[in-house]
């Protein structure tokens, strides 16, 4: 089987995306699978580096390496001078982290050439992007999220006219990025006033909540297998990603210095089945495939629960999430590909009408001498 | 016998160890391969923590390693063994709770001569029969045994078990050092011709050289088991492809 692992892209987490690639590709039955790893070039185009399944291939001064490819169809080619046709690609793992792999487009590519793909769908990786959005669907399923308000670019001063009836601290995130990328707490309007500068850096929209004092971030990851949909334990991460800053870091002290992580997360059980039934709610409803990790808050004050945001690619496709439940990476990705496979092969109704025949016999207006009235 | 069990996870790996070795030969596959998997990992009569009680023939451990897995309550497993062990798994593939057979530079196919070990058995032969001292014949692994567990090797290396192998039912995976001295890779290239359902795979270095490939023989492991345990569609069965290499 030829499976196509995607990744790169012109994105911030650009880098990210390679080494979740890297890892993947590592992963894979070397047996069963004939990988092809495609590399999504900064400024666009498809390349396919050599010895993909080396980080060293990407260390340099020049980003995109390889040759260049493209699809043409389902068949990956390899362009130049004469085409040639490479493979006929079966399935294709997504491994790209935020922009244009992340929110639908590369998923929307994939369709109109028929290839399955690892990856929630369009529909879903496009409302996931953009946090906004998402804040308004999850709260439309029931889920609890943090309230935010909207700002454009030229509109700065909702901003705030919010931080007036809110208060401070406030949270500023790009509305379209990832990875905690760009995102900046604000504890007056001075401060405000920078951190919409840097979310502006980022996106031409913004959008600024209340920000929790003394927060845990929880995650709990979903993949859908057969008919079924498997909901991961909660995890506890502990890393350098997190939307703290390096002060906040230094001033808490050893609790957050620690490496490492907590899981299967130590949380009281209503919390623990709270996120649980609403990262399974949030899946099942948007319809999702693949593997998503959603990223929770717990407010440790009050003992609420907001989910903060889904991530449709997570960071090594979320694989440290699923082995106490006997899962490994070569399983997972394993499922997603058969999952991927299935979901393609379910048949499409096939619908024909004959309005091109009649059309064609000279009618004047066929839509209304046809069938039924279009 | 002696088992290290570790892990806790529904799908079983047993792994057995090479002469002159013990459970701890395996730590830094168990270790990794333990998050996911159930790690069982006996140490052989005369080696690591059991003690040699009589002399043995490989059926022998075999039958202790089948009773671990009586004790331990096994139901599917995955055998992972180096060298010796594989003369042990070989011995194991009738049984029907070993659903798959790792080999890494195992042992049990009957060598090929050389002129080498013509002159050497001529040596021994020629000495024995003048009465002189042969206390310095015999390869290092048999010179530092005990004297129960001299007899027991001698038994161990002239068992051949080459008719075995057209019997195996199951999947195997085969790991092999390119370099291996001990047990040269044509002993993999027997077993991958008469084993109907048989992959190979062969890494650089010498007869322990998935110590040197850790994190790559894990992920063997893992896409075997896979294929194993969940009967993936185009998992490892058939005998489509040539050997996979890393160089």
Same mark, same amino acid.
């Given at each position: 089987?030829?499976?196509?692992?995607?990744?790169?892209?012109?994105?911030?987490?650009?880098?990210?995306?390679?080494?979740?690639?890297?890892?993947?590709?590592?992963?894979?039955?070397?047996?069963?699978?004939?990988?092809?790893?495609?590399?999504?070039?900064?400024?666009?185009?498809?390349?396919?580096?050599?010895?993909?399944?080396?980080?060293?291939?990407?260390?340099?001064?020049?980003?995109?390496?390889?040759?260049?490819?493209?699809?043409?169809?389902?068949?990956?080619?390899?362009?130049?001078?004469?085409?040639?046709?490479?493979?006929?690609?079966?399935?294709? /793992?997504?491994?790209?982290?935020?922009?244009?792999?992340?929110?639908?487009?590369?998923?929307?590519?994939?369709?109109?050439?028929?290839?399955?793909?690892?990856?929630?769908?369009?529909?879903?990786?496009?409302?996931?992007?953009?946090?906004?959005?998402?804040?308004?669907?999850?709260?439309?399923?029931?889920?609890?999220?943090?309230?935010?308000?909207?700002?454009?670019?030229?509109?700065?001063?909702?901003?705030?006219?919010?931080?007036?009836?809110?208060?401070?601290?406030?949270?500023?995130?790009?509305?379209?990025?990832?990875?905690?990328?760009?995102?900046?707490?604000?504890?007056?309007?001075?401060?405000?006033?920078?951190?919409?500068?840097?979310?502006?850096?980022?996106?031409?929209?913004?959008?600024?909540?209340?920000?929790?004092?003394?927060?845990?971030?929880?995650?709990?990851?979903?993949?859908?297998?057969?008919?079924?949909?498997?909901?991961?334990?909660?995890?506890?991460?502990?890393?350098?990603?997190?939307?703290?800053?390096?002060?906040?870091?230094?001033?808490?002290?050893?609790?957050?210095?620690?490496?490492?992580?907590?899981?299967?997360?130590?949380?009281?059980?209503?919390?623990?089945?709270?996120?649980?039934?609403?990262?399974?709610?949030?899946?099942?409803?948007?319809?999702?495939?693949?593997?998503?990790?959603?990223?929770? /808050?717990?407010?440790?004050?009050?003992?609420?629960?907001?989910?903060?945001?889904?991530?449709?690619?997570?960071?090594? /496709?979320?694989?440290?999430?699923?082995?106490?439940?006997?899962?490994?990476?070569?399983?997972?990705?394993?499922?997603?590909?058969?999952?991927?496979?299935?979901?393609?092969?379910?048949?499409?109704?096939?619908?024909?009408?004959?309005? /091109?025949?009649?059309?064609?016999?000279?009618?004047?207006?066929?839509?209304?001498?046809?069938?039924?009235?279009? | 016998?002696?088992?290290?069990?570790?892990?806790?996870?529904?799908? !079983?790996?047993?792994?057995?160890?090479?002469?002159?070795?013990?459970?701890?030969?395996?730590?830094?596959?168990?270790?990794?391969?333990?998050? !996911?998997?159930?790690?069982?990992?006996?140490?052989?009569?005369? +080696?690591?923590? !059991?003690?040699?009680? +009589?002399?043995?023939?490989?059926?022998?451990?075999?039958?202790?390693?089948?009773?671990?897995?009586?004790?331990?309550?096994?139901?599917?497993?995955?055998?992972?063994?180096?060298?010796?062990?594989?003369?042990?798994?070989?011995?194991?593939?009738?049984?029907?709770?070993?659903?798959?057979?790792?080999?890494?530079?195992?042992?049990?196919?009957?060598?090929?001569?050389?002129?080498?070990?013509?002159?050497?058995?001529?040596?021994?032969?020629?000495?024995?029969?003048?009465?002189?001292?042969?206390?310095?014949?015999?390869?290092?692994?048999?010179?530092?045994?005990?004297?129960?567990?001299?007899?027991?090797?001698?038994?161990?290396?002239? !068992?051949?078990?080459?008719?075995?192998?057209?019997?195996?039912?199951?999947?195997?995976?085969?790991?092999?050092?390119?370099?291996?001295?001990?047990?040269?890779?044509?002993?993999?290239?027997?077993? +991958?011709?008469?084993?109907?359902?048989?992959?190979?795979?062969?890494?650089?270095?010498?007869?322990?050289?998935?110590?040197? +490939?850790?994190?790559?023989?894990?992920?063997?492991?893992?896409?075997?088991?896979?294929?194993?345990?969940?009967?993936?569609?185009?998992?490892?069965?058939?005998?489509?492809?040539?050997?996979?290499?890393?160089?």
């Amino acid at each position: 089987m030829n499976i196509a692992v995607i990744y790169g892209g012109d994105s911030c987490e650009r880098d990210v995306s390679v080494i979740t690639a890297v890892q993947t590709m590592k992963l894979l039955n070397k047996f069963a699978y004939r990988v092809y790893p495609v590399l999504l070039g900064e400024h666009g185009g498809m390349f396919m580096p050599a010895h993909a399944d080396d980080i060293r291939t990407y260390i340099g001064e020049k980003a995109d390496v390889g040759e260049a490819v493209f699809f043409k169809g389902k068949t990956l080619c390899k362009s130049g001078r004469f085409m040639r046709r490479l493979a006929e690609i079966d399935c294709a /793992l997504l491994c790209t982290h935020g922009g244009a792999g992340e929110n639908g487009a590369l998923q929307g590519f994939l369709e109109l050439c028929g290839i399955p793909y690892t990856s929630p769908g369009v529909e879903a990786s496009a409302i996931c992007m953009n946090k906004l959005t998402s804040k308004s669907v999850f709260a439309a399923l029931g889920v609890n999220v943090l309230p935010a308000v909207k700002v454009r670019k030229g509109e700065r001063e909702r901003a705030f006219e919010y931080a007036r009836g809110q208060g401070y601290p406030l949270m500023v995130k790009p509305a379209r990025q990832g990875s905690s990328i760009g995102i900046d707490m604000a504890a007056d309007e001075e401060q405000l006033r920078k951190a919409l500068d840097v979310a502006f850096e980022f996106d031409g929209t913004a959008l600024v909540e209340r920000a929790l004092t003394d927060f845990t971030e929880i995650n709990c990851a979903c993949v859908k297998y057969g008919q079924e949909v498997l909901v991961s334990s909660p995890e506890r991460p502990v890393c350098w990603r997190e939307f703290l800053t390096f002060e906040d870091k230094y001033l808490r002290g050893g609790k957050m210095s620690a490496p490492g992580r907590e899981f299967p997360a130590n949380l009281p059980a209503p919390q623990r089945e709270y996120i649980q039934k609403s990262a399974l709610k949030v899946y099942s409803e948007l319809e999702m495939k693949g593997v998503v990790r959603f990223d929770f /808050l717990l407010d440790n004050a009050s003992g609420e629960v907001y989910l903060n945001e889904a991530n449709t690619i997570p960071g090594s /496709l979320g694989n440290y999430l699923w082995t106490d439940k006997g899962i490994d990476g070569c399983r997972l990705a394993d499922m997603m590909i058969e999952q991927a496979l299935a979901e393609s092969a379910a048949q499409k109704p096939a619908y024909r009408s004959d309005i /091109l025949e009649v059309f064609g016999s000279g009618s004047a207006n066929a839509c209304k001498i046809g069938r039924g009235h279009l | 016998m002696f088992c290290l069990d570790k892990g806790n996870g529904e799908k !079983t790996l047993l792994f057995l160890h090479g002469w002159g070795g013990s459970s701890a030969s395996f730590a830094p596959l168990v270790n990794i391969l333990c998050d !996911t998997y159930r790690c069982l990992a006996p140490d052989f009569y005369g +080696h690591g923590q !059991t003690p040699a009680e +009589h002399v043995c023939s490989v059926h022998d451990f075999a039958l202790g390693v089948r009773n671990i897995l009586n004790e331990k309550g096994v139901k599917e497993v995955i055998v992972v063994a180096h060298s010796f062990g594989g003369r042990v798994a070989l011995d194991l593939a009738g049984d029907e709770r070993i659903k798959g057979l790792v080999i890494i530079d195992g042992a049990g196919m009957r060598p090929r001569a050389s002129v080498k070990k013509f002159f050497r058995a001529l040596k021994y032969r020629l000495k024995k029969a003048l009465r002189l001292d042969v206390s310095n014949c015999g390869s290092p692994d048999y010179k530092a045994l005990s004297p129960l567990m001299k007899q027991t090797f001698v038994k161990v290396v002239n !068992t051949h078990q080459d008719g075995v192998l057209r019997g195996i039912k199951q999947p195997v995976l085969l790991l092999w050092g390119k370099k291996d001295r001990d047990t040269p890779p044509y002993m993999a290239h027997r077993m +991958h011709k008469r084993i109907k359902d048989c992959k190979a795979v062969f890494l650089s270095g010498g007869h322990f050289c998935y110590l040197d +490939h850790v994190a790559e023989v894990c992920v063997f492991i893992r896409n075997f088991a896979c294929g194993v345990f969940y009967g993936m569609v185009c998992g490892i069965g058939g005998r489509s492809g040539a050997h996979g290499v890393i160089a």
